[in-house]
């Protein structure tokens, strides 16, 4: 049961910690510090359509708040992947190390994994969904 206990909480750890950092990337950074508007413009920069920043923004954010929650946390995560292996090609040619100009691509690639991770795992104890779970089983007996 201890066992089982750690496992949970870790769970729970890596889908929060997976959630405010796609939170803080797209409702922080993308809107309020560089604007949607300027997000765009970066995405056209690299040679990607602008229409993509606004999508990027929208996959990140709806991601995030799902994950926070624990709502379908394993579909959420599938979901988030493509748009990290994404942003992971965009910092590439920046280097390795984040703290490099433009950042460097294992920032990215490490969030990718913790998504593919979470995919495996799954909602966990500590999710909404067991809460929605439980509520749907007591109005249906």
């Known amino acids: 049961m201890k066992y089982q206990l750690n496992s949970d ?19 922080y950074l993308k809107m309020f510090v560089f604007t949607l508007a300027g997000n765009a413009q970066y995405f056209s920069s690299i040679g990607l359509p602008e229409i993509l920043g606004y999508i990027v923004f929208v996959l990140e954010a709806i991601s995030g708040f799902a994950l926070l929650l624990g709502y379908k946390t394993r579909f959420f995560s599938a979901f988030i992947v493509p748009v990290l292996f994404g942003a992971t090609w ?18 990215p690639l490490l969030l990718s994994v913790m998504a593919i991770a979470q995919i495996g795992l799954g909602d966990g104890k500590y999710a909404i969904s067991n809460y929605l779970q439980l509520k749907r089983q007591l109005a249906s007996q």
């Open 9 to 27: 909480i870790s769970i729970f750890i890596l889908r929060t910690s997976l959630a405010a950092v796609l939170l803080t990337h797209s409702v």
């Open 90 to 107: 965009a910092h590439s040619a920046n280097g390795w190390l984040f703290s490099n100009s433009g950042g460097g691509w294992e920032y």
